[in-house]
């Protein structure tokens, strides 16, 4: 059975996940055997149900899709949130399941490119201005996108027991896996 686990911190995980090197992209790469090249991508899919699959996270979103005996995990960041990974990965399925890991919702940001891409993307439906401060709805964007996913409920930047960049500026990260799970 395919199911996914969020941990925190991710130095004590067993061998043989396989993990992307994340570029905050909307790069999708299809995994057969594991072995393959995965530079420059933030999402993975396999129908290989004997792999488990990595993402790592501090303050940006990880997606899983399930779907009978396919599966893909994606992070997604603001950049790739806006390049449309969620959709890229939408591609390969026809009605999965979609849970949201632990993520950021709300997060300040100043009035520079990435609010004007952010505008460019959605308008003004997810900004907050607060006492001359700006703060993009994370959260409500996902959800615009994959109106049916599942969010764990957790926020990375409240929760003390999670890797933040944004609260903590450290190199700390959680990890998502899904596959066939056993430990």
């Known amino acids: 059975m395919i199911s996914a686990k969020f941990f925190t911190p991710y130095s004590s995980l067993p061998k043989g996940i396989v993990f992307p090197k994340q570029t905050h992209s909307n790069n999708i790469k299809l995994i057969e055997r594991g072995d393959e090249d995965l530079d420059d991508c933030d999402g993975i899919i396999t129908d290989n149900i004997k792999l488990k699959l990595g993402i790592l996270t501090a303050d940006c979103a990880s997606l899983v899709f399930i779907e009978k005996e396919r599966f893909a995990l994606v992070h997604a960041g603001?950049?790739?949130?806006?390049?449309?990974?969620?959709?890229?990965?939408?591609?390969?399925?026809?009605?999965?399941?979609?849970?949201?890991?632990?993520?950021?919702?709300?997060?300040?940001?100043?009035?520079?490119?990435?609010?004007?891409?952010?505008?460019?993307?959605?308008?003004?439906?997810?900004?907050?201005?607060?006492?001359?401060?700006?703060?993009?709805?994370?959260?409500?964007?996902?959800?615009?996108?994959?109106?049916?996913?599942?969010?764990?409920?957790?926020?990375?930047?409240?929760?003390?027991?999670?890797?933040?960049?944004?609260?903590?500026?450290?190199?700390?990260?959680?990890?998502?896996?899904?596959?066939?799970?056993?430990?």
């Open 78 to 183: 603001w950049r790739g949130l806006l390049s449309g990974i969620i959709e890229n990965t939408l591609e390969f399925f026809k009605d999965p399941e979609v849970f949201v890991m632990p993520f950021s919702h709300i997060f300040e940001i100043q009035k520079d490119n990435c609010y004007l891409q952010i505008q460019r993307r959605f308008g003004d439906d997810f900004f907050i201005n607060n006492r001359n401060r700006v703060y993009f709805d994370f959260h409500s964007a996902i959800k615009s996108i994959v109106p049916s996913a599942q969010f764990d409920p957790r926020n990375t930047y409240l929760d003390k027991s999670l890797a933040s960049y944004r609260r903590d500026n450290s190199k700390d990260r959680n990890v998502t896996i899904v596959g066939n799970l056993e430990f």
